[in-house]
Structure formats: C-alpha cells, structure tokens
C-alpha cells in the first residue's frame, strides 16, 4: 500500500492524484512482466487513467519535471507551484463542436480542462524557476531548495 505524507493544506484531490500515480505505477510493474501482450494492454488501460503523462527527474540541484500536452496551445497552459513539494499544471484543450462530433465510431482524445498535482522528489524554490514549451512539451526547471549547512559546535 502507498504511503501518503498528510499535510494540512492538502485538498483531497492531491491524495487522489498521489493514489492514482501509485496505481499507475503498480499497473506498469505488473504488465511489465507479461511481453508484447502487456505492452498492447498498457496501451490500451493506463494512458485512460491519466489526463496527460510526465516526467519528474531529481537531477543534481534542480527538478525537471516534463509533461506532453498535445494539442494545447501555449497560451491554454499554466503552472503553479502549490508548495515546495507540489507543482500543479492545468491546461486547457478546444475540442470539435458537438455537431462535428456526432459522427464518431470511437472517441478516445481528451478535450476540455486538465489538471494535475505533480509530487516532486525534492523541496524546490520558485526562485529562479524557468519553463519552456514547445511543440506540445512543457518543460519546468526548479531549483532545489538549499540544504541545511553548518558545523557542529562542541560542548564544553
């Protein structure tokens, strides 16, 4: 079972999204093991659990985070840092109007708002924060923050 950190000011939506990482994780390890079956199965069940993918890299003294929202413009995405642990991004997708969905067989892609709170593996600062977006990928660049440093004093 995931172990969740409870902290005062988190929403319920935060431990959801923290629970469905952790089921998307063990949905990953377990298909992992199944060949080219689990791979076509994974295709098909986690990319519907999330609204968009990410990577969070813990990189030297920064955290990457990097998500893919396809389709969105760069003026439909925002990113906010909820607390020195969370990092939220939203965006927002134009679908077809209704009259040139009607038509469908199949209707797979998300449309509409998305949101996600992205657990970092590190506290960081929004001092010097930098982010990119390019051809349907985001970019956010944090820096950690300082670690406690100092010298242990004797006692006499």
Sequence with gaps: MANIERRPYR???QDFDD?????ESR????????????EEFRGRVVPA?????????????????????????KENVNVRLIDPQHLEISSR??????????????RERIYGQMSRTVLLPAEVT???????FK?????????????????TIPIE
Aim: glycine share 10%; proline share 2%.
């Design 11 to 13: 929403t319920i939506w």
């Design 19 to 23: 629970l469905m990482a952790e089921m």
């Design 27 to 38: 949905f990953q390890s377990m298909l992992s093991g199944i060949g080219a079956r689990g």
């Design 49 to 73: 659990v999330r609204d968009f993918r990410v990577d969070v890299r813990d990189h030297e003294d920064e955290v990457i985070v990097v998500a893919d929202l396809p389709g969105v413009e």
């Design 93 to 106: 997708r134009a679908g077809e109007t209704e009259e040139e969905g009607r038509d469908f067989f199949m």
């Design 126 to 132: 929004e001092e010097n924060a930098a982010a990119t």
């Design 135 to 151: 051809n349907g990928v985001l970019e956010v660049r944090l820096k950690k923050m300082p670690t406690e440093t100092g010298t």
